[in-house]
């Protein structure tokens, strides 16, 4: 397998979300997106977390720490380009300091270490944020978001999640 990809996330810009989820489209910024860019769980995935951050009070004029960011890499020209997303699925439980977490890459650049790379980079938000254990799921029949995760280093738990925990 090739050495991971070299990714940079870049938060998804308010304005943009704001505009998604009150039925808009996701709003292009400076850096180009692929043709296949966004997804369908782009969108989803943006409505459900800022319903997460409202139900907890977020007042919508900051990027809060467990948001959702676009995965941009370079393109054979060198340009950077947005590929996918990954993020947060909400904020953690004041409780627990457990976050889930899930990604997505355009079908055209899968396979190239994208998702592990900006997976891994996520996972050092979270410990950064004070995270305690990142969550994820994936199905039994997508054996590549597996091979994902395990390459970050989750662990699959009984319940068929995956569990990282803040090394000590």
């Not at 941009?72 to 993020?87: I, K, L």
């Amino acid at each position: 397998m090739s050495a991971l990809a070299t990714v940079t996330l870049l938060p998804v810009a308010l304005e943009s979300a704001h505009s998604s989820s009150s039925g808009g489209v996701l709003v292009p910024g400076q850096t180009p997106w692929h043709p296949e860019y966004p997804l369908l769980e782009t969108i989803q995935g943006l409505s459900m977390l800022i319903g997460a951050h409202q139900a907890v009070g977020w007042d919508a004029l900051e990027v809060p720490a467990w948001w959702m960011y676009q995965i941009v890499v370079a393109e054979d020209s060198g340009r950077p380009q947005v590929v996918g997303d990954v993020g947060f699925h909400g904020p953690p439980a004041a409780d627990d300091l457990v976050v889930e977490v899930g990604y997505d890459v355009v079908p055209a650049m899968r396979g190239r270490g994208i998702a592990t790379a900006a997976c891994t980079a996520l996972v050092n938000l979270a410990w950064r944020d004070g995270a305690r254990a990142v969550r994820a799921e994936a199905e039994i029949s997508n054996e590549a978001s597996r091979r994902v995760l395990a390459g970050v280093g989750f662990a699959e738990q009984p319940d068929g999640s995956f569990l990282i925990e803040l090394p000590s």
